[in-house]
């Protein structure tokens, strides 16, 4: 009997394994059809793309990225985005992981009150606080300066970085810091020497977030820039639209070449973004 029971067990396995392919299989082409498109893209002209959209280019043009890859624009908005990211990644942590830590190994009254509030900041949007943000950094003097978009980004990303943090901090036991303690380490030293490197993959994880997430902006930079020189790699697109029509070939090799550093980036910190997403959990 238990010998026919687990026949259809294995049956049934075999079929979820079987669905649980076709889903990953539907998900990743929804993920590479338009990443392949915009390269192909890239190498047409934009009245080849009107007349044969889904075609191979005839002829290759790949005039599009040497341009791109040859003009003074692109690698400037890149290490302006670059700048800005690290920037907003170094202040978004630093702050965080201080908070998280008061939040995660000190119990004072109002504690969890204000770490709700903080946990509210998730509930919102980015847009409905552009109106108020502009004039606030215009009364400050940070419109056209780099700060108006580091400082703002920022501050939003305190929510969702204390929350992981604190997870963490909380999921490391309480034996470690009384050993630190007895050792004469202040509460700073063993947030600085003990917590901060056992806490080493919630600190990629949350560096990995801030920087892809600033690297994406695109409203703030266009409220706060208004020259050129300033643009972020979100903001180049625009110097393809003219007043009547836009370089849509030359869009998509932008993209393409803009989409490279972050990809790159985030292939070489997948793994200590999964670890520290899992760590928490872990490890309680």
Not at 39 to 66: A, C, D, I, M, R
Not at 204 to 221: D, G, K, M, Q, Y
Request: some cysteine; hydrophobic content about 55%.
């Amino acid at each position: 009997m238990s010998r026919r029971a687990a026949v259809p067990s294995q049956g049934r396995r075999g079929r979820n394994h079987l669905i649980l392919q076709l889903i990953a299989v539907v998900v990743g082409a929804f993920v590479a059809i338009p990443l392949i498109y915009g390269v192909v893209g890239g190498f047409k002209t934009t009245s080849q793309l009107s007349t044969n959209p889904f075609g191979l280019p005839s002829p290759w043009v790949p005039e599009n990225y040497t341009d791109v890859l040859g003009s003074g624009s692109f690698w400037r908005q890149l290490w302006n985005s670059t700048f800005i990211a690290i920037a907003t990644a170094a202040i978004v942590v630093g702050v965080s992981a201080m908070a998280a830590f008061v939040f995660a190994r000190f119990a004072f009254r109002g504690r969890e009150a204000l770490f709700t509030l903080f946990a509210a900041g998730l509930m919102f949007p980015f847009t409905v606080a552009i109106l108020p943000l502009f004039v606030l950094l215009r009364i400050f003097g940070l419109l056209g300066n780099p700060l108006g978009v580091i400082l703002p980004q920022a501050a939003f990303g305190l929510p969702m970085t204390i929350i992981i943090l604190r997870g963490f901090f909380r999921a490391i036991p309480g034996e470690i810091e009384e050993a630190a303690t007895l050792d004469g380490c202040t509460a700073f030293g063993f947030f600085w020497r003990v917590l901060l490197p056992m806490a080493r993959p919630a600190i990629a994880t949350v560096s990995v977030l801030a920087i892809v997430t600033s690297w994406n902006n695109f409203l703030l930079p266009l409220v706060v820039f208004n020259e050129d020189s300033m643009w972020t790699i979100p903001l180049g697109v625009q110097q393809f639209q003219g007043q009547f029509a836009s370089d849509t070939a030359r869009i998509l090799a932008y993209i393409v070449m803009a989409m490279v550093p972050a990809l790159a980036f985030y292939a070489v910190a997948e793994r200590q973004l999964i670890g520290g997403l899992t760590a928490g959990s872990l490890k309680g």
